[in-house]
Structures are given as C-alpha cells and as structure tokens.
C-alpha cells in the first residue's frame, strides 16, 4: 500500500492511495465547511439536488443506468458533521476491471469522470437549478429531518449533544432545519453552490489499482480544471479551549417507546490534541469493549441492558454513554453509571485493564487499511486535524500510554448531561 | 482437501469434512492484516420441534431457544466469561443467531491462535446452571425490548405474520419474555447436545493462511466427539396461501414504513441460486433505481428514496420482501401490482436484463473485498446447501424466458401482502 498526498490547486487536494488489495476501486469527494446555522440547510439540498441530475447525465434513471451499466457501480452522497464542519460527501466504487468479464472497460476512468461531472456539472438552467428538482428533494429533506425520531437511541444521541451544544457548532443538525425550506428556491439555491465551491475544502480520495494514467485523467478533467484556488472556509478539528460547565444538565423527553434510551454526554477537560490518545484507552475501559466497567456492571452484574456501552466522539472530545434500559430503572442505572466514573477517578482499574484495552485499539489501527473506506476515514480524519501519523506511529504512541496518563484523564472527565428517552 | 477456484473473482476455497462429520472451509487471503473465524451450527430459531438422534419421540422446546443458548456459551465453569476473555486478547469477538443457523466468530489481527483456543473452547464446553440461565433472563429482556423499538423490525416480523400460518420462520428469532421465561439449563443441555454435534456444524476461516496449517490448528483443537445419527426436524405443514393481505401497527414514525412480501414455494435444491439471482434481477427491473416504478412514485414525492429488495429462502420456506418508506405505502402497493401486470404482458426488455444481469454480477463480486463479509457469506449459504461460488457461475444461465416464466410463477397477486407501520 502506498499513499501520497497530491495539491492540485489551492485548497484542493488529491490523496491517492494505491492498493491491491480490493475487488474495486472507491473514490471519494470531500466537500468541507464550517457549519453555520444559516447555510446548514442549503448545503445538506444541495447534495440531494446534485444527485438527481447533471449537466450530461440530465435525470436520476439516467445516472442509474450508466452506473448498472457500469456493472453496478454504486454512487452514494450524504452529509456528515466532523469537528465544527459541513462536509457533502460524495463516493462511488466500482469493480476493478482485472473481475470483468471482459478487460476492456476502463471502470476507473469512468468512476471518476461520471463523479466529477455529478458534484462539479449540475444541471443549470436559467441560473439556477432544476426547479422541480429543487422542489422535490425540499420534501425530501424535510422527510429525511422528521425521521429523525425513528431510530430511538440515535434520536436519544443527537438530543443529548443538542442539549450540550444548544443549536450552535456541533449541537446543529447535519441535514438542517425545516423552517429553513421555505426561503429555498432554485436560483438562491444554486448561488449558495457557487459560494460553497469556491470556499470549501476540496478533497479527491482514490483508493485502489492506481497508475500514472488515473493522475492524468484527474488532472486533465475538465471539471477539475475549471475549479478556482481558494482560502478553504473550514476548522480543524484540533482541539479548542473549553469552558467545562459548572452544573449537570439534565433532560427527558417523551415518545411512544417500549424501552428507555439513556445516553449522558462526558466533557473531557484536556488540555493538548495529543492527550485524545489517552482518552481512547480511557474510554474503552469505561464503556469501549466487552470488558469495560459499563458492560461489567450494567449488563453482567445487574442485567439491567443489552446495550450499554460508551464511545469517544474524538473530533467533538466528548464521550456519549449508552444504555436501553426499563424505564423504571433510571435512575439506578445513572448511579450505577456514575459509580463507574468515580472508580475510574479513584484508579479502581488494573495494568491488565489497560493492557487489554490497548490490543483491542491496536488490533482496530491495524486493520484500519483493510476496509477501503476506512482507511478513506482516516486519512481524511487526519487531514481535517492537520496532524499526519502514520499506522506505525499510531500503535507505538498507544503502547506508550501508562496508568498516571489514563488517571489524569479520569480525573479531567466530568458529566456534562444527562439525557433520557422514555415513554 | 478439496480446491476449487473461482477464476472470475480469482479466489480459492479449500473443503475438507473431517471423520466427526465437521466441515472446514479455508478461503486464504495473502497480504490482509485481518482474520476472521466463523464456526456455525445447523439450528436456529426455527427448530423448535425435532427427534434428537436415536431417540423415538418428538422434542418441543420454548421458542427463542436457539438465542438463549447462544448468549449462555460464553459462561465458562471456572466462573469466566469467554467473551471477556476473548476480548482481553484484542480480538473482536461475537455471536448471532438467525432462522437457520447459529454462529459464533472473531475477527483480529494478532493472537489468532489463542483466541482459537478460547472458541474451541467455549463451544465444546457448555455450562448451564440454574442461576446463570435465569440473569440472562432480564439482559434479553432489554434485547426484547431494544427490538421493540425498532420500526423495520416490526414491518418485518408483521409480514411474516401475514404470510405464514405455521412455519416458525414467522416468529422472533428471540422469542417473547413470556417463551423464554420457561427456558432452563434442561432444555438448553438437551438442544446443545443435538444440535452441536461435529456432524451438524460448520467452520470458515478468512485470512493470511496457509490452509494445510490452519486445517491442522483446528483438529488439534477438536475433542473427540463422534458424528451422530440424522436429526429429524418436524416444520409443520403450511399451505401454499397466504393468511391475510394486510397488517398494519401503530407506532411513532416519520412518515409510513411498509413491507410488501410474496409468499413463495419452498426452493428446490436444483434451482435454489439460479431462481435467486433471476428473482434478483427481476426485482432491480421492476422496483431499482432505473426502473419507471421508481421514476413515477419518486416523481409524485411517494417515495423519497430506495426501497430494499430481498429474496430470503431457506429449509422449508421463501418469500420475497420490498422494505421502505412512503407517505402513501397503498398507493406504492397498488403501483406495484400494476407494474408487474404490465410486465407480464409486455416481457422483460432484453436491455434491461442485460444491464441489471451486469449489475449484479459487480454486486457479486463486491461481496469478496473484506475478509469477515466473506467468511460470513459462505457459512450462511452453506447451511443452506449452497456453495457461495455457485453465484459466479449460475448467473450466465439466466436468460429473459426464465424471468418470464418466474415472473408469471412467483409474483401472484393472491400471495402478495402489505404490512404498514405508521404512526
């Protein structure tokens, strides 16, 4: 495997990672801005309307079809919030031609062209998008808003940062707000587009069969060229100062559930980017593996849940706590959570604890490179922080950690809120 | 052992089925970092009823049995847990139970051996007492309940409910808190020794391996058990008909989730890969992404996305699913069963099979990129008589008389039904 970074212009960047390890060939296409309340919205539409339709490839059955005919190269977008950031992201993988029936097709020069031509040629008309198009995916989004409550205990997550964050930074909403939709049309829309593909962060990721062709056909692609330089409007995902809360929060809302959702959000006050390592091994004693003192006691030793188990949001530096539990056992399971971190203060953990929870995270970095989109994930992740490790260096910063680390995490870790979904 | 390589998507399975009955399949993969061991058994949650080996009479235990006894493997005599043991040596261990078969696997990247030793272990080693059945009781419970909650699983579970009058395909793989609560270490000893005989089971290993070597790892670690007689498994008789079109069930949703199923004939042996790649193919033409259906309702913001496509089959039973979400699921319905009218009239267009026939080919294909989506692909088909390989191969057979000839043979309006989950 090999990777390397390549700038093509100013605030556009090619990372090619070369590997045969694949039956195919994935690329991806990074759109990164900061997040901000008043263009939320628009941004998530636009990634819904850019899909439907092209400048070459003008409705949504006739991208489907030149992809079937592609022998089935998928082409998948969708919005994620990293860190304080808007990111539209686009992939498409397709078969690598050495599994084709017949050799001749070229799949990758396709991939990318068909990719570029969605994300960089809309479907203009009279200095706007497609009207109908604007119109419809509108009640799309609206629809992929309302469904939010449909997944309880993700819905019981997104509350619980909302309740930390207020509607601002990371407590926004990823797809947007419903009120917003009404003020979008198709020409403010397309202005928002134009704005945001001259400010954003460009990332290009190809991972696969790589030669010096696929660098010429990036390169030399009409779609690429016509891109400007730009000052790319984005934050690192380092870490930034914090004001620890004073109080607990704490909130409850109803919905028809047969179980309770609890999720309680951890502030971790740290004070360098490096000491989120520490925090890993942290986490995956507290609540990150079938050992953890969360499985231990909420599951094993009082059988209060099925789920109960808790992950480091390391872009955010938070830890989110997770049970389903009976709703009359609330507040057991809260004091049992806390008991937890108390014991985490108070060193209640052992060498093997950490040994343990070391091979499980080693174990996760060395197949880092085996899954194409994650080794995607992480390079992009390490692109976003400024920070460049290799896998190597990786593993040999986590075996360094020692317990006097991990028990100044423990002791830095502090309940921000309280959140429960019951019925 | 036997080899057999697949020149298409260029992998070699290695077969070897051992005096004790127990069959081993090794599918080596030079250069990945990743291992991942799976070993099944041949009994899920809907082998309730059967003659263990060498007895006269039937046997009828609670339903959710199969689960149960899945959660209880991993409790060890010497008072530990095999899951934290497992996990303590970094590896990402795990286990599932579905309609048809049982399965307990991991995944690493070091340790492989001695966590070899832990599986082998734990599944020849059962330990069941009257104290640790009756925890699991209340962890389940939460498990019950967890699913409760979730919308796609109830449309699911109501579909079958509406297809089937006896076959225990149509319950939960779970059981209910009322099934369970008269499981006890009896019950659980008497399945385990039927169901978990060598002769009965199955294991894949996917990685860096050299077969000759793994193969013998894994006898070291066998005790010796001899291959049993035949188990006979009692389904009880269902008719061909469905018991009613339509189901629906309150709960808070965005907007409705449906299931359309068709109920089909058990598969024949002969047929079984041939019928599900076609089925596949028919039902990409009929409802995916390129299909007029989709364009309409789309169109008329009745669906605002994909729905999910599936043929599921297996001993005694198969059916077709269409899973998504629709502001009007009946008008979706409705739409559907005219869609399928009009093809039976016109005939499937040879450009439209050739192009989905491609499609799945690459979906094939893609199946072969991570080590663990392999292994897992080739133990379910196994236990339902198939070679995975069999895929590759059978799809140049299909041709669009046989589409014809299933579409006027399955998709019969009087099998069809609708089950709706709305708020």
């Known amino acids: ?423 | 052992m036997q080899v057999q390589e697949n020149l298409k998507v260029k992998e070699k399975i290695y077969i070897e089925k051992l005096e004790n009955g127990l069959t081993i399949m090794i599918i080596p993969k030079k250069g990945i970092q990743k291992k991942f061991v799976v070993w099944g058994t041949n009994y899920g949650s809907n082998d309730s009823e059967f003659i263990a080996p060498g007895e006269k009479s039937k046997t009828e235990v609670p339903k959710g049995v199969a689960h149960f006894l899945e959660h209880k493997m991993f409790e060890q005599e010497n008072g530990t847990n095999s899951l934290d043991t497992l996990t303590a040596l970094g590896v990402n261990a795990n286990a599932y139970t579905t309609n048809d078969h049982t399965a307990y696997l991991y995944e690493c990247t070091d340790n492989f051996y001695e966590a070899l030793d832990e599986l082998m272990d734990y599944v020849q080693h059962p330990y069941f007492t009257d104290e640790n059945v009756e925890k699991e009781k209340g962890i389940i419970g939460q498990e019950i309940k967890m699913y409760d909650d979730y919308p796609e699983w109830k449309v699911y579970l109501n579909t079958l409910e509406a297809m089937y009058y006896n076959h225990p395909i149509k319950l939960d793989i779970t059981g209910t808190v009322e099934t369970i609560s008269h499981i006890n270490k009896d019950i659980l000893y008497k399945c385990y020794n039927t169901f978990y005989n060598p002769s009965n089971m199955a294991m894949v290993v996917c990685g860096d391996f050299e077969p000759d070597e793994i193969l013998l790892e894994i006898r070291k670690r066998l005790i010796e058990k001899e291959s049993q007689g035949e188990i006979k498994r009692i389904y009880p008789e269902e008719p061909e008909k469905i018991v009613k079109e339509k189901v629906e069930q309150n709960m808070e949703v965005s907007q409705p989730i449906y299931t359309i199923g068709i109920k089909d004939v058990k598969p024949k042996e002969e047929t079984k890969v041939k019928k599900h790649i076609a089925i596949e193919i028919l039902l990409n033409i009929i409802f995916g992404k390129s299909s007029k259906l989709y364009k309409e309702l789309y169109d008329n913001g009745i669906i605002y996305g994909g729905a999910s496509l599936d043929y599921e089959f297996s001993r005694g039973y198969a059916h077709i699913l269409i899973t998504g979400q629709s502001k009007e699921p009946e008008k979706v319905y409705e739409k559907f069963k005219e869609e399928i009218k009009l093809l039976k009239k016109n005939g499937i267009s040879e450009e439209d099979f050739e192009r989905n026939k491609k499609m799945i080919y690459g979906e094939y294909i893609k199946e072969y990129n991570d080590v663990s989506d392999i292994a897992r692909m080739f133990i379910s088909d196994y236990f339902k008589g198939i070679n995975s390989f069999d895929y590759l191969e059978e799809i140049q057979s299909i041709n669009t008389g046989y589409l014809n000839d299933l579409l006027i043979d399955v998709f019969k309006e009087e099998k069809m039904v609708i089950s709706i989950v709305k708020n």
């Open chain 1, 1 to 423: 495997m090999e990777y390397k970074k390549i700038n093509i212009k100013k605030g556009i960047n090619l990372h090619y990672i070369n590997t045969d390890k694949f039956k195919t060939n994935l690329i991806a296409v990074f759109l990164t801005t900061t997040i901000k309340r008043e263009d939320v919205t628009k941004n998530a539409l636009i990634s819904a309307v850019l899909r439907r339709g092209s400048k070459n490839m003008k409705t949504q059955e006739e991208i489907s079809k030149a992809l079937e005919n592609m022998y089935g190269a998928s082409f998948d977008c969708g919005i994620d919030r990293t860190g304080k950031n808007q990111v539209l992201k686009f992939y498409i993988e397709s078969i690598n031609d050495n599994f084709l029936p017949n050799n001749k097709e070229n799949l990758l020069k396709q991939s990318l062209e068909r990719i570029f031509e969605i994300v960089f040629n809309p479907l203009i008309e009279e200095n706007g998008f497609n009207k109908a198009y604007v119109n419809q995916e509108k009640d799309n989004i609206k629809n992929i808003i309302k469904s939010r409550i449909d997944n309880k205990a993700r819905y019981a997550m997104d509350r619980c940062i909302e309740t930390m964050y207020g509607k601002d930074g990371y407590g926004i909403f990823k797809y947007g707000y419903i009120e917003d939709l009404e003020k979008i049309d198709n020409i403010n829309l397309y202005e928002q587009y134009q704005k945001l593909l001259n400010e954003c962060k460009i990332d290009i990721f190809v991972s696969g069969k790589i030669n010096e062709e696929t660098l010429k056909i990036i390169k030399e692609n009409e779609n690429i060229k016509k891109l400007n330089e730009r000052e790319s409007k984005y934050t690192p995902t380092n870490l930034e100062k914090r004001e620890i809360p004073k109080q607990e929060k704490n909130q409850t809302d109803s919905m028809q559930v047969s179980q309770g959702k609890l999720t309680i959000g951890l502030d971790i006050d740290i004070k360098n980017e490096d000491e989120k390592f520490d925090v890993l091994i942290y986490n995956t004693i507290l609540g990150g593996s079938a050992n953890s003192k969360m499985f231990q006691n909420v599951r094993e030793k009082e059988h209060l849940a099925y789920v109960a188990s808790s992950s480091y949001l390391r872009h955010m530096n938070n830890i989110f706590i997770n049970c389903g539990i009976e709703i009359e056992n609330f507040e057991k399971t809260v004091d049992i959570v806390r008991k937890q971190i108390e014991d985490m203060k108070n060193e209640e953990f052992s060498e093997e604890d950490i040994q343990n929870a070391k091979k499980v995270i080693i174990s996760g970095i060395k197949s880092i490179d085996d899954e194409q989109d994650s080794g995607i994930t992480y390079k992009f992740g390490q692109e976003l922080s400024n920070m460049e490790i290799s896998l190597e260096d990786y593993i040999n910063r986590i075996n360094k950690i020692t317990k006097e680390d991990i028990i100044k995490i423990a002791k830095s870790v502090y309940i921000n809120t309280i959140y429960f979904l019951k019925d």
